[in-house]
């Protein structure tokens, strides 16, 4: 058995936690369109009730799906430029987990209002 005593923690340069990021973030966007396809020839194939909901609900099939990527990216983008992400509403102040949850939740949220409002 060797001794692991004088283990040195390797942390990764801000680059590479940048681009895994930004691969990660277009792998869910493939996965997200690749997703929306599938959905989309399978309704096609079957002409029927599931045709008429996806297009009668189209922003709720599409748009929110594409809503939680939008406001991934935008978070991503964020951390990625300015490091931790830190705010303060009314008096209530976000920091360490807390500040890019509640950042995704409102910009989500923004999102999801516009595609109500302008669908």
Do not use: N
């Not at 940048?18 to 690749?34: G, H, N, R, V, Y």
């Not at 020839?41 to 594409?66: D, I, N, Y």
């Amino acid at each position: 058995m060797s001794d692991i005593s004088g283990f040195v923690r390797y942390r990764s340069p801000r680059w590479l936690r940048s681009t895994a990021a930004a691969i990660c973030l277009m792998m869910l966007i493939a996965i997200a369109l690749f997703s929306a396809y599938a959905l989309w020839s399978f309704a096609m194939l079957k002409t029927g009730r599931l045709t008429e909901q996806m297009l009668g609900h189209f922003p709720a099939f599409v748009g929110l799906p594409l809503a939680a990527l939008a406001a991934s990216a935008l978070l991503f983008f964020f951390e990625m430029t300015h490091g931790d992400l830190e705010f303060e509403i009314a008096g209530v102040k976000a920091k360490g987990a807390a500040g890019p949850v509640v950042l995704w939740t409102f910009s989500f949220l923004a999102i999801a209002a516009a595609i109500k409002l302008l669908w």
